[in-house]
């Protein structure tokens, strides 16, 4: 069901709220442990590392790591601390990719590096991922190091394909879901089997579980990249256009290209390749994309890996929980923000 | 000895050949675990990262590794994978470091971030990082996790202590100190350190060798604070005057300043604070440096730290490592690259 068909029918959309309700004390506990791990003699850090964690977010990835425990019955407190790992790798990834796409806008409020500078994002980005390890050595375990030390290299992989592959309107579709599956779903996946790791569980688990997490980033991703061609730029928390001004070829360009007419073409490459752009220039992409079916065709693909992440779940028994899992599923897909 | 009484006396320098043909081999090793741990799938990673690896400066991080284990006794080859972890955070903070200074020319070669660009340096400092931790998560210490992760964090935060303390002539020398303990000392610290842990060392060692490299890294990073102001460019690797460009206030302009009469103070507020620079304001401020006698006080302090260096191997028995290890401590004083 389409977001305008939720508006339209006055039912309740999917949302996170279930989700948060259900861990709104372990979350407590999380925030309170970042605080605590944001401690340290350099009040430019705290400044600057408190005003993106207040920034807030979502902190879906903290939760589903939470989630992922608790699904296979965990009772203890380690996953408390891992959940703020896990975000301050999430922050740490925010805080550099601010200065490499230069964003003026996240989640709302102006990034980091337009109220400080580059230089205090790249130095404060390193400082909460050393945080990040520093926690993971508290907890202990060294495959829950494994999983996140190799996700934040594959992290910087993905970031650097996406460089790499700036401006290349003839990028595959598997080559763009390598990067996105590399720079995104690859913490998602880390969060969930983390979460699992923590409580024993089974191989099995661990696997349905990390699996999980993946299939739920790439549709994280690939509605991101739609909501930049449909979402209000108050709704989304950063503009609409914003990877459209900074040439960034996503899945609705890589869509609506393929299908392009020459005259088409030549707009699109004018837009992302010589970024010279006009200011009626974004409203005409819009109806282009719009024109070619790409954001269904974005969404039926979303749609697909959830689809995926659905059915890792089905080894788990039925839960109020694993209920609450699943709406969030939904609510990847009809998220505004 | 000062390095011109070396060169008039046409006597041997202390260098750092002894210890490099000591660990030929190890080192060997070492480079050959680097490269192999650069290896992925994203070419623009293993260029950058090829590149700076192979400008290869002295590597005298990852020999201290070596160094330390071997001291201890240590006949394993798990400091070879350590060791190439330390050389790895070192040149992932190069990196964000380039990017932060804008430095143009490191090691006697263009910056990474002057050939590619801000964003790339920024991402695979990242990667480098994240590989530095899968090195220690492969060798399965949490003890050696513990000492990195804590160094990575204090690195970050001297950083940014030092962005925070720019252009602020009234720095106290403790102040700068501890900015340069945190932002290079406590690499070399903890580089030794993890030598020692990984020989299994008593703790008495382990301290040992722990202030030992902290002690080494303040003496070094004073002298290269010094040769800033007296050094060719050819020979160490930057220009002459880097610093001064920057406007980055070491103790040698600290202590000038602090001396300095008012129409003096005037002049270096004007290049240091304001950053108004004349192209005959460095060869002032060299001339007012050299009046003042701050390039000998600063060798000095340098000197005191080898002393508290050269005390802490007191407990070692008498080998040819431990003798090249002190000559390594000399070589820190007169080196100029």
Redesign the interface.
Known sequence: MSKLAYASEKIKAPSLVSLQTLFEGRMDQVNEKILKSLE??????QDIAGYLIKQGGKRLRPLLTLASAELCGYKGHRHVGLASAVEFIHTA?LL?DD??DESALRRGAATANTIWN???S??????L???A??L??ED?S?DV??VL??A??T???G???Q??SARNLNLREENYLAVIGAKTACLFEAATHVGALVADASSEKCEALRKFGFNLGMAFQLTDDALDYCATGESLGKHVGDDFAEGKVTLPILITYHAATEIEKAFIKKCFVDLTQEPQDLTRMIKLIHDKGALQAVSAKAQSYLNNARECLKIFEETSLKSTLLETLDFVLVRNH
Chains 1, 2 share one sequence.
């Not at 340290?40 to 850090?45: E, K, R, Y």
């Not at 790249?122 to 400082?127: E, H, I, K, S, T």
Request: aromatic share 8%; charged share 10%.
């Open positions: 340290c003699s350099v009040p430019l850090i990834t550099h200065v490499v580059n230089t205090a790249v130095l404060v980005g390193d400082f991922f050393s945080r390890f520093q993971m050595v202990g060294l190091l494994k030390s190799q934040s290299a992290i910087a992989e970031e650097v394909m460089l790499a």
